[in-house]
């Protein structure tokens, strides 16, 4: 029997684990909604540095988060697969992303260093972890339920970022100032730790602890784990075909997550309220666009529906070129939250099913570690041109907030460049896992 048709027959988890799993996310996107796109990259860019050369350092600050990942994430995803502790090594990166988190309210206009350090730490904390709660996906569903069950963790994900952000709305329009901005991201500390406590609690973890072999550890262990999958990896081509496709086209999807209020903030000179309304409008649209390409995932096929999505991002970021009015741009972010969580959740349900039983830990991993290394590429890229563009435009007697806005928009291209090859590269070079699952169950009843 193949290892796919294997895999699709793992016990079901309960619906309470399940609905844990997905509350996780709850948390998990209110840390995203907040600290990435509504309010500490616009508050970081404009209060904490000022001008172009905050989107500069904001650039830098996630690329450096994402290449930390990169270096950790396969090793200890190796090391968790083999002595079946996906929960524990969740649990220590969840507090350390609410800890560091909850430290941001302590960054003030100036401060840049200490902006920055939260940040890296807080960011590289929760990357990883998403890491581990990814890899549980295969515990709690079959393989056809994957599509299914990812698109209902991105659905109800979203509706946490909504959640956190109406309140931190209502406390900035009842009171407002910099000290409710600050109090907010204590706030997210809170809401994320809370939602995600039940995981920890009901969600049984299936991965069997392995007895270390004699004279070895867990890190000499990993790396030869790793260097076994290395010299083997000819037998997992179409997960190494994926992982390129998705290593560039994730650039496009992280650096407009991590850039989407800095673009409303210089563009349409949108200020922090008007800002976390326009993510609640993206938050809202990325419900329905989790559960629509969940479902369609399932009946389509995860590639066609990663196709379909890419598209819609293409054309959604090209109009930014264009865009002249915050109505439009509303607009325009509405279609992107659509899409944007279409891509990540068709994205993680491709690697459960391409992934060996046995090893979910160590090849979302590398998924990680290559949309990591991908995005510590993408966002420094952008950052970089639109400083460097908006400098330029500057010293040729442009006016200041024309040259950063001309900059931005500029900069823009390279997000679709990064969309549209990652796609290209997907049509001719990865096959849908669904549709080799059902010729390999097909050949073995045949053989049968």
């Given at each position: 029997?193949?290892?796919?048709?294997?895999?699709?027959?793992?016990?079901?988890?309960?619906?309470?684990?399940?609905?844990?799993?997905?509350?996780?996310?709850?948390?998990?996107?209110?840390?995203?909604?907040?600290?990435?796109?509504?309010?500490?990259?616009?508050?970081?860019?404009?209060?904490v540095v000022g001008g172009a050369e905050g989107t500069r350092l904001w650039g830098i600050a996630v690329g450096i988060a994402m290449l930390l990942v990169a270096?950790?994430a396969p090793i200890l995803g190796t090391i968790a697969d083999f002595a079946g502790t996906k929960k524990k090594i969740l649990l220590f990166y969840t507090g350390?992303?609410?800890?560091?988190?909850?430290?941001?309210?302590?960054?003030?206009?100036?401060?840049?260093?200490?902006?920055?350090?939260?940040?890296?730490?807080?960011?590289?904390?929760?990357?990883?972890?998403?890491?581990?709660?990814?890899?549980?996906?295969?515990?709690?569903?079959?393989?056809?339920?994957?599509?299914?069950?990812?698109?209902?963790?991105?659905?109800?994900?979203?509706?946490?970022?909504?959640?956190?952000?109406?309140?931190?709305?209502?406390?900035?329009?009842?009171?407002?100032?910099?000290?409710?901005?600050?109090?907010?991201?204590?706030?997210?500390?809170?809401?994320?730790?809370?939602?995600?406590?039940?995981?920890?609690?009901?969600?049984?973890?299936?991965?069997?602890?392995?007895?270390?072999?004699?004279?070895?550890?867990?890190?000499?262990?990993?790396?030869?784990?790793?260097?076994?999958?290395?010299?083997?990896?000819?037998?997992?081509?179409?997960?190494?075909?994926?992982?390129?496709?998705?290593?560039?086209?994730?650039?496009?999807?992280?650096?407009?997550?991590?850039?989407?209020?800095?673009?409303?903030?210089?563009?349409?000179?949108?200020?922090?309220?008007?800002?976390?309304?326009?993510?609640?409008?993206?938050?809202?649209?990325?419900?329905?666009?989790?559960?629509?390409?969940?479902?369609?995932?399932?009946?389509?096929?995860?590639?066609?529906?990663?196709?379909?999505?890419?598209?819609?991002?293409?054309?959604?970021?090209?109009?930014?070129?264009?865009?002249?009015?915050?109505?439009?741009?509303?607009?325009?972010?509405?279609?992107?939250?659509?899409?944007?969580?279409?891509?990540?959740?068709?994205?993680?349900?491709?690697?459960?099913?391409?992934?060996?039983?046995?090893?979910?830990?160590?090849?979302?991993?590398?998924?990680?570690?290559?949309?990591?290394?991908?995005?510590?590429?993408?966002?420094?890229?952008?950052?970089?041109?639109?400083?460097?563009?908006?400098?330029?435009?500057?010293?040729?007697?442009?006016?200041?907030?024309?040259?950063?806005?001309?900059?931005?928009?500029?900069?823009?291209?390279?997000?679709?460049?990064?969309?549209?090859?990652?796609?290209?590269?997907?049509?001719?070079?990865?096959?849908?896992?669904?549709?080799?699952?059902?010729?390999?169950?097909?050949?073995?009843?045949?053989?049968?």
């Amino acid at each position: 029997m193949s290892e796919i048709k294997k895999n699709a027959w793992k016990p079901k988890a309960s619906a309470r684990e399940r609905r844990s799993w997905y509350f996780y996310d709850f948390g998990n996107s209110a840390y995203a909604a907040v600290v990435l796109l509504a309010v500490y990259s616009a508050y970081f860019k404009g209060e904490v540095v000022g001008g172009a050369e905050g989107t500069r350092l904001w650039g830098i600050a996630v690329g450096i988060a994402m290449l930390l990942v990169a270096v950790t994430a396969p090793i200890l995803g190796t090391i968790a697969d083999f002595a079946g502790t996906k929960k524990k090594i969740l649990l220590f990166y969840t507090g350390m992303a609410c800890f560091f988190t909850a430290l941001l309210f302590f960054v003030q206009k100036g401060d840049v260093v200490m902006g920055l350090v939260f940040f890296i730490m807080a960011e590289f904390a929760y990357r990883s972890a998403q890491v581990f709660y990814n890899s549980l996906l295969p515990d709690i569903a079959h393989l056809d339920e994957m599509g299914h069950i990812s698109g209902n963790g991105w659905a109800i994900g979203s509706l946490g970022g909504i959640a956190c952000l109406a309140v931190v709305l209502a406390f900035i329009m009842l009171f407002g100032g910099n000290l409710v901005i600050r109090l907010s991201f204590v706030f997210t500390a809170l809401f994320f730790a809370a939602s995600a406590a039940p995981l920890f609690i009901f969600l049984k973890e299936r991965t069997e602890p392995q007895k270390l072999p004699k004279g070895e550890n867990y890190l000499s262990l990993a790396f030869k784990r790793l260097g076994n999958t290395f010299r083997t990896v000819k037998n997992h081509k179409e997960f190494i075909r994926f992982i390129i496709a998705f290593l560039i086209y994730n650039d496009g999807i992280m650096m407009t997550m991590n850039f989407a209020a800095i673009i409303g903030a210089v563009l349409f000179g949108m200020e922090q309220q008007e800002l976390i309304i326009f993510m609640i409008s993206v938050q809202v649209t990325s419900v329905a666009g989790a559960w629509g390409f969940g479902k369609m995932a399932n009946k389509m096929g995860g590639k066609r529906s990663l196709l379909i999505s890419l598209v819609l991002m293409i054309l959604t970021v090209l109009t930014l070129l264009v865009v002249q009015s915050v109505p439009m741009f509303y607009a325009i972010g509405a279609v992107a939250g659509f899409a944007l969580t279409g891509v990540q959740s068709v994205s993680r349900t491709l690697v459960g099913q391409l992934a060996p039983e046995g090893k979910s830990a160590e090849f979302y991993g590398f998924y990680s570690m290559a949309g990591r290394t991908s995005s510590f590429i993408g966002p420094t890229v952008y950052g970089w041109l639109a400083a460097f563009l908006t400098f330029r435009l500057q010293d040729r007697g442009i006016d200041n907030l024309l040259a950063e806005q001309m900059g931005t928009r500029y900069a823009v291209l390279s997000i679709v460049a990064f969309l549209l090859i990652g796609a290209l590269f997907l049509v001719f070079a990865v096959h849908d896992p669904t549709r080799l699952r059902r010729k390999q169950e097909q050949d073995a009843v045949a053989v049968e």
